[in-house]
């Protein structure tokens, strides 16, 4: 159990070293020092209550991103639609939290929180159901999806949802309500703890129930799976669906608990880091929590690292890049680390855009 | 292609030049403002589209068009930067474009690393360097392309302006296109490439070398979206910007199949494409018609989900059937 654990781990935390290493070079070709800029990247992070519940704080959306990518892959599927998922999630969930109000807290939030998942679950949903029924190609039809949701949220906070008070003149939607916004409990904000509660539900559903084991068996071998007597059609849509209501739920967090309203253009790029986050945790929705929290870390750090040590914010990008890079191709790693090949070690997708 | 799509063909081509001569009639300069800025858009469209479609003829999926339009526009507007050339800038676009289509081979084919999660990577790893090494104050120095008068024809009504009075990136697309046709279709290169996106393992046992025409092809293939790159910082723009591709090499990906991974029908794609996104901009600058911009911004991804959502339901476009599978020898 222990080695099968260290192996599993061994690889991302290889990665995660080597990106950090690559990323020393790069601050000191920019006449920087690599001590300073980490120590105060781990401060602004870590260093006190605010620093934590800004990673905290970014570390939430980035769980809830990521498992909208690790859980679609246990099926077999590449769900780049993270972007447009969360997008919507964020604005429907804004526009419950602001549009009603005179609601007790138990009912409003839960209601906003529901709105964002459900927006989330259609937009992840027609992807899944083309799939199944045409064989359209997910990858394609989600990234569509995104620009039509960027679309959408920016028509949205513009105009009918506009916040119109003073001499507003920004695309975005009014505050939500107190009684909608997500609490913060000290340097925890209670959208995080959510998100770890759906990470932990996530692996339960995919390892200890049957609809689970049926979303992996469709992962393994879609023709396999036909055979078994599995609705792989099914299977494949509601996949989807669960990985928008994922996505959807992030956005919802972001606008109720983090940003307090939908603001366009505020939330770009959140949807795609949730890849990385995947793929760091291999696909293991547990292994998400401890994904997001380290790219949680450096984000809510990267201010500090750039006031103290001058270094451009930006750096986290790259790390995050190399780090992808070495998690995708495990080969360097392995060959560095003088490991042996492990049986599960590259991540596989199934057979690319090929309809099966 | 079948007579009877082809009737369609010249069906549809004679009805969009018939509406295009009629709005001409009735509104010269906004007609001829919208079927410029078509073929604007379009040609960043189709040196993407070519990218993606050398690599998926020969079995490997790119998403990474995006990274590599990013990558070689940052590349193309710092050495015209530093150098003050124009052309000294697109080569480098170019030359940057080449190794980040390496880069996707190496990982793709040499290191087996799933090809999706490879141009993901490549993305990524473009939009953080990008921005990590961007400098503000840094401009472009010299003033971007200009349009080239092709002599006389030039001066014809609409499709002087719109056709050949352009700047020099788009004419070599357009020259690029028909050679990438004759080349994919014509070609003993072309027969090989298509060859082992079909089945490499035929193409293997008659002698191909799967591997390295793969590692050629998709290296190459980089070079256009290096071009378009070029484009995009020194042609169409005149200066970089952090993330300045907004997603058009996942566009490109759309015109690509939209064109059924041929030249010719990905820039049909492409300025269909490119039409919706002019047309955006011109209701923006006028409020004769009251749609919303976002409206018409989204009807190329809607109608691109419409068409592969359908042509999968007819199975009229076929995919390379080795697409996206790593190739082992045995």
Not at chain 1, 3 to 29: D, F, Q
Not at chain 1, 135 to 141: C, N, R, S, T
Not at chain 1, 297 to 318: C, T
């Amino acid at each position: 159990m222990s080695r099968s654990i260290l192996r599993s781990v061994a690889v991302p935390l290889a990665a995660v070293v080597l990106g950090l290493l690559i990323g020393a070079v790069l601050i000191i070709s920019q006449d920087a020092s690599p001590v300073t800029a980490y120590s105060s990247l781990l401060q602004g992070g870590l260093g006190d209550g605010d620093a934590l519940l800004r990673t905290l704080q970014k570390a939430t959306p980035l769980i809830f991103g990521g498992l909208a990518v690790a859980f679609a892959f246990k099926a077999g599927l590449f769900n780049i639609g993270g972007q447009g998922q969360l997008l919507v999630g964020a604005v429907f969930a804004a526009g419950v939290g602001f549009g009603i109000d005179g609601l007790p807290m138990f009912i409003h939030l839960p209601a906003a929180l529901i709105a964002g998942a459900l927006a989330g679950a259609i937009w992840g949903g027609i992807a899944g159901a083309l799939k199944a029924t045409t064989g359209a190609h997910e990858v394609i039809v989600t990234i569509m999806l995104n620009f039509v949701g960027g679309n959408l949220t920016d028509w949205l906070s513009a105009n009918p949802w506009k916040d119109n008070s003073g001499s507003n003149i920004v695309a975005r939607t009014p505050l939500v309500e107190d009684s909608a916004t997500i609490p913060t409990l000290g340097s925890v904000p209670v959208g995080f703890l959510l998100a770890v509660v759906t990470a932990a539900s996530c692996w339960l559903i995919l390892e200890r129930t049957t609809y689970g084991f049926e979303v992996r068996s469709v992962g393994h071998n879609r023709n396999a799976a036909h055979y078994a007597g599995i609705r792989v059609g099914w299977i494949m849509a509601s996949t989807m669906a669960v990985a928008g209501v994922l996505a959807g739920l992030g956005g919802a967090v972001e606008s109720l608990g983090v940003d307090g309203r939908f603001e366009a253009g505020v939330n770009v790029g959140l949807g795609f880091e949730g890849i990385t986050i995947a793929l760091l945790a291999r696909a293991n929705a547990l292994g998400v929590i401890p994904a997001a929290l380290l790219v949680g870390l450096m984000e809510a750090g990267a201010a500090r690292m750039q006031f103290k040590a001058g270094v451009a914010p930006e750096l986290i990008d790259v790390i995050q890049a190399l780090i992808l890079f070495f998690v995708a191709a495990p080969v360097i790693i392995r060959w560095l680390l003088r490991m042996r090949q492990g049986g599960s070690e590259q991540l596989r997708l199934g057979a690319g855009w090929g309809r099966t | 292609m079948k007579p009877r799509q082809r009737q369609l063909l010249w069906i549809a081509a004679a009805v969009i030049i018939a509406l295009a001569w009629g709005f001409y009639s009735a509104n010269g300069p906004q007609t001829t403002a919208v079927l410029a800025g078509t073929v604007r858009a379009a040609t960043l469209l189709a040196l993407g589209a070519m990218c993606g479609m050398i690599g998926e003829r020969s079995g490997i999926v790119n998403i990474g068009i995006e990274g590599q339009f990013l990558m070689s526009a940052f590349f193309a507007f710092t050495v015209t930067s530093i150098t003050g050339s124009l052309f000294m800038g697109a080569l480098a676009g170019i030359a940057t474009g080449l190794t980040m289509g390496w880069l996707l081979a190496a990982m793709a084919v040499g290191l087996k690393v799933d090809q999706i999660i490879a141009g993901t990577v490549l993305n990524i790893a473009a939009l953080g360097l990008t921005s990590f090494f961007y400098d503000r104050s840094r401009s472009l120095g010299v003033s971007k392309y200009t349009n080239i008068d092709l002599g006389p024809l030039a001066d014809l009504p609409l499709v002087g302006t719109v056709f050949f009075s352009r700047p020099p990136i788009t004419y070599l697309t357009m020259a690029l296109l028909v050679i990438v046709h004759v080349a994919l279709f014509r070609s003993v290169w072309g027969m090989r490439t298509r060859a082992i996106g079909e089945h490499p393992g035929a193409a293997d046992t008659v002698g191909i070398d799967v591997l390295r025409l793969r590692y050629l092809n998709v290296t190459l293939a980089g070079g256009f979206a290096g071009l378009g790159g070029s484009y995009l910082a020194l042609e169409a723009v005149g200066t970089f910007s952090r993330a300045m591709s907004g997603g058009r090499g996942f566009l490109a990906l759309a015109v690509m199949i939209f064109g059924r991974r041929t030249p010719f029908g990905a820039y049909a794609a492409a300025l269909f494409f490119g039409f919706t996104t002019a047309l955006q901009n011109q209701f923006q600058l006028n409020s004769t018609f009251d749609i919303p911009p976002q409206f018409v911004g989204m009807l190329p991804f809607v109608v691109t989900i419409v068409v592969v959502a359908l042509s999968g339901l007819m199975g009229s476009m076929r995919d390379p059937a080795a697409l996206g599978q790593t190739y082992e020898k045995g």
